[in-house]
């Protein structure tokens, strides 16, 4: 299984490396929802599928942690944090 974050146009160029130089086809099965880790599919000789295999786990233990923060922002400060947009904030 592979998580939904390793979706996209940055991992899908990777895959495509990885399936030019072991000579297999990388592919997601099913849709799936947005939240939900998807399984890849990796097709070619036995020899390639586990070279293919190696270099997706190595993408994935390598990736970058996602760190994401939250900040509390005044109403009449966030144009200026924007870029000078100015606009109403309306609260109910």
């Not at 940055?10 to 929802?33: N, P, V």
Request: hydrophobic share 35%.
């Amino acid at each position: 299984m592979v998580s939904r974050k390793m979706c996209g146009f940055y991992w899908a160029t990777l895959y495509f490396q990885i399936q030019e130089s072991t000579k297999t086809r990388i592919s997601f099965r099913g849709e799936g929802r947005k939240d939900e880790d998807r399984t890849l599919v990796i097709r070619g000789t036995q020899d390639a599928v586990h070279q293919a295999e190696l270099m997706v786990r190595k993408v994935i233990v390598d990736q970058p942690p996602i760190v994401s923060d939250t900040i509390a922002v005044p109403g009449n400060s966030v144009g200026r944090i924007i870029g000078g947009l100015s606009f109403c904030c309306c609260c109910t």
